[in-house]
């Protein structure tokens, strides 16, 4: 996974210590209700699009990009259906960071785009859609957890984003 200047210059001044971050996640859901998930290079687990926002990049804009640039599948973003926190993560090099999740529901721009959905990028080795009750084994928990709250947000939308607790 490659890592984004402005982490890398964090990095300097910081060396490994825990990076609080603002991240973003998609549930992208095509008009059979699957979603779209990506194979991660990194692990190997199968997992919900997400990435981290630039700096000054609005919420909605960088899952967009993030959607786009892992998937090739243009999005359009419908709502804000959950607020997590994860755990904070180590990485092999020795950076830790803990992450603000804002997760998104999305939709392909088009039937035609939902189609052209491919790894695009050094961060999926595949992607592909499923459907809710068969996903892939294995997925990342953070992956479950954004998927549950998204799910419950969509069955009540009235209700506002939901929160993990």
């Given at each position: 996974m490659p890592v984004s200047p402005y982490?890398?210059?964090?990095?300097?001044?910081?060396?490994?210590?825990?990076?609080?971050?603002?991240?973003?996640?998609?549930v992208v859901l095509d008009d059979d209700g699957r979603v779209l998930l990506g194979q991660r290079s990194d692990n190997g687990r199968w997992a919900l699009v997400s990435g981290i926002l630039e700096p000054g990049e609005e919420p909605g804009v960088g899952i967009a990009r993030e959607v786009l640039e892992e998937t090739g599948v243009p999005?359009?973003?419908?709502a804000l259906a959950a607020v997590t926190v994860t755990?904070?993560?180590?990485y092999p090099n020795g950076d830790r960071a803990q992450y603000l999740d804002l997760c998104f529901v999305c939709r392909p721009a088009s039937p035609e785009a939902a189609a052209g959905a491919r790894a695009n990028d050094d961060e999926s080795?595949?992607?592909?859609?499923?459907?809710?009750?068969?996903?892939?084994?294995g997925?990342?928990?953070?992956?479950?957890?954004?998927?549950?709250?998204?799910l419950a947000y969509l069955a009540d939308p009235a209700a506002g984003p939901h929160f993990a607790r």
């Open positions: 982490i890398l210059g964090l990095r300097q001044h910081i060396g490994t210590d825990l990076l609080w971050l603002p991240g973003v996640t998609a999005v359009r973003v419908e755990e904070p993560a180590a080795l595949a992607v592909g859609w499923f459907a809710p009750d068969a996903l892939p084994d997925l990342h928990p953070d992956t479950v957890r954004r998927l549950e709250l998204t």
